[in-house]
């Protein structure tokens, strides 16, 4: 199901969306010791057999959308089903992953610095990444972009980007609850 505020633009590939995803992400050097403490050896690795395996994410149909209002659209979206956040923002929750709206309103979040930055330096452009779920909108990349701009909404800032959405429904039932997995060597 395709939520209100987001306006279609147009079919992606599987390709397409890891191609956003990799340009977005790949490059950003604290990945590197993350994915080489769980024994791989490069960035696409570490998301291919992990997040991308775990979502079964290539197995999907996408499209891109264009997010009409992101203060009122994005704090409805719900944080991915990740095991470090479960245990570090979400309080235990992860069925269903609480909203960006409540998230944003934790003490974790509000008095992150890296979230603040993000606020002061919000991308001009950007595409989160997303699985339309029985629960709603569950980001599965973007989360720190998603927790700025619920944020910001929640202090009645608004922020200058275009926003869009790689969505694809998940026809698998529930979300796994994903990460701290370490490769079999």
Known sequence: MIPNGLEFIRRLSWPDVFGIWESAEAHLPHWKPLYKERGFSTW????????IAGFRLSELF???YRISDPASVIPNFRGGPFRSWIAKVYAGRHSPT???????ATEHIRGSEAVRRII?????????IGLSTADGVVIVEGTHRSCAAALAASEGRRLAA?????LA????G????????????
């Open 44 to 51: 696409k690795e570490w998301r291919t057999e992990t997040l």
């Open 62 to 64: 996408w499209g891109l």
């Open 98 to 104: 609480p909203t960006f709206a409540e998230i944003a």
């Open 120 to 128: 002061e330096n919000y991308p001009s452009s950007t595409t989160l």
């Open 162 to 166: 275009d926003i869009s959405l790689a």
């Open 169 to 172: 429904e998940y026809p698998f």
């Open 174 to 185: 529930s979300l796994p609850v994903l990460g701290k997995e370490r490769k079999q060597q």
